[in-house]
């Protein structure tokens, strides 16, 4: 039989927040054994460091300004669009999610509900999409988890505490660890994997199981509240580094961080303890789920992948969420385990991002793409086998005339705002922690002027020509919105 897929999908999960990525604070001893047991991938990017758009990448394998018209949330799928879980449930397979689509358009009340080609789905979505049906968040029908609270009794929780998922207030959720979000979707993908083994015993599965966490408020349930002390966290970077453009985004900053730039220290160290208790209890689950397919028999010839759609920037530089190209918020996780067919306990530093994964699984499968797409499949390199390599990947986000574009290879990291013609490059073997804007530095010019034009052709080739001016890169200097009180930054939104 084909193999099984389960991919674990996280929201804005730092690549370096595991104990297998080195971190000295976090405990994670399943996201540890997926990587003991397969390949992760070091130098793994999204293509857009926005929820939707990386999403609709991961599930089409495309550049989301081909999949769905748009760099930003409210870019739609097309309909000639390949969805992951469609082939899948065509070639054989029964698909289900559980959790986090975060896949436009969405079902309104009273519409039969839109699953993306999933067979079977349970879903949490993002509370301002359902605030957006009903101010009050009651939509029976629409958002299964909500509904699963009010037969538990927590079913006004979300309504009452007025936090929302793009808020930056970290405290403790009352919801009691049995009843959280991530438990929740862990139970309702082993019911489903549960009656596929009685209904559909002769079928492989495609399990997307897709966490809305760690993104804000960061409302770790007890204990994990408490599992890390702030003190002993690592701080963030800050953004006294040298050469980092330093604007303040006042329109943003009313809008999201509800004075985060306010806080002291000590609540910016709450946060990322916070944050990791979080991560901790989302690797639980993913033990739970690999124990739960071992004890079937089933985990042998299961490929699980651990990805993100982003990263979080908790701080670095004086940034917070993601729309940055900074690793925090441009890099992601990317781990793929299969230990009878791939080879076990690899680290990869070729570059990859979410758009290899729909042609990367279809070949592990052994099925055929109707059509091509801009991932590239990476089987012959998990295998072991001859590979061809990309020489550079490309990210973008937002739109003309404040879009933002990053182009790196193993060595440079380039980043360019349209609004002002910003310049940023960080030398990545003599900086990994992308301290030090090296632009106007001696003997860097020609490494620019490389990126500039290898972001410029790539820019052709794939008909993404809103960031060029002829045979440049377009600028914006005129614009009201190159304010000075109004734009991100290269690398993205900084609060102070």
């Known amino acids: 039989m084909k193999p099984n897929i389960l991919v674990v999908f996280a929201d804005q999960m730092r690549a370096d927040a595991m104990g297998c990525a080195g971190h000295p604070c976090v405990r994670t001893p399943n996201l540890d054994r997926l990587a003991d047991d397969g390949v992760r991938f070091v130098n793994a990017y999204t293509p857009d460091p926005i929820c939707v758009p990386a ?3 991961f599930t089409t394998g495309n550049y989301p300004h081909k999949c769905t018209g748009s760099k930003s949330n409210s870019g739609r799928i097309l309909d000639d669009q390949i969805k992951i879980a469609e082939l899948f449930s065509q070639n054989g397979y029964v698909s289900y999610a559980s959790g986090k689509l975060h896949y436009v358009p969405y079902s309104p009340p009273g519409t039969p509900r839109l699953l993306h080609g999933f067979d079977h789905a349970v879903l949490h979505e993002s509370g301002r999409i359902i605030k957006s049906f009903d101010p009050t968040g009651n939509t029976p029908g629409l958002e299964d988890y909500h509904d699963y609270l009010k037969t538990v009794g927590w079913g006004g929780y979300e309504r009452a505490h007025g936090v929302g998922n793009n808020d930056i207030h970290p405290a403790p959720s009352p919801v009691p660890e049995e009843h959280y979000v991530d438990t929740w979707i862990c139970d309702e993908a082993m019911a489903f994997l549960e009656q596929h083994g009685r209904d559909h015993a002769d079928k492989p599965f495609f399990m997307f199981m897709s966490s809305p966490k760690p993104h804000a408020p960061y409302d770790p349930p007890r204990p ?50 916070y944050y990791l208790g979080q991560i ?56 793929i385990s299969w230990p009878k067919i791939l080879r076990k306990g690899t680290i990869a530093d070729q570059l990859v991002g979410l758009q290899d994964l729909l042609p990367t699984l279809a070949s592990l499968a052994g099925l055929h793409l109707p059509r091509e797409v801009d991932g590239i499949d990476l089987s012959p390199l998990l295998r072991g086998e001859e590979f061809t390599e990309r020489e550079f990947i490309v990210s973008y986000c937002l739109s003309d005339p404040t879009q933002l574009y990053m182009i790196a290879d193993k060595r440079f990291k380039y980043a360019y705002s349209q609004a002002g013609g910003t310049e940023e490059l960080y030398d990545l073997l003599k900086d990994p922690d992308e301290l030090l804007n090296v632009v106007g530095d001696p ?10 034009k290898r972001l410029a ?14 045979d440049e890169l377009k600028r914006n200097d005129d614009n009201e919105t190159a304010n000075v009180e109004f734009l991100p930054s290269t690398m993205g939104w900084r609060w102070f």
């Open 55 to 57: 999403r609709a990448s």
């Open 224 to 273: 994990y509240d408490t599992m890390y002390n702030p003190r002993d966290v690592p701080p963030p970077f800050r953004a006294e580094e040298q050469g980092k453009p330093r604007r303040t985004p006042t329109k943003f900053r009313e809008m999201i961080t509800h004075g985060w730039d306010l806080w002291p220290p000590q609540c910016h160290q709450v946060a990322r303890a």
């Open 280 to 335: 901790t209890l989302q690797d639980k689950q993913i033990g739970r789920m690999l124990s739960f397919l071992d004890e079937r028999g089933a985990l042998e010839n299961t490929i699980v992948v651990y990805t993100a759609d982003h990263g979080d920037l908790m701080g670095d530089f004086g940034f917070f969420a993601k729309c940055a190209f900074y690793k925090g918020s441009a890099n992601i996780p990317f781990i």
């Open 443 to 452: 003997g860097t010019d020609e490494t620019i002027q490389t990126m500039r």
């Open 457 to 470: 052709n790539w820019a052709r080739e794939n008909d993404e020509l809103s960031i060029l001016d002829g």
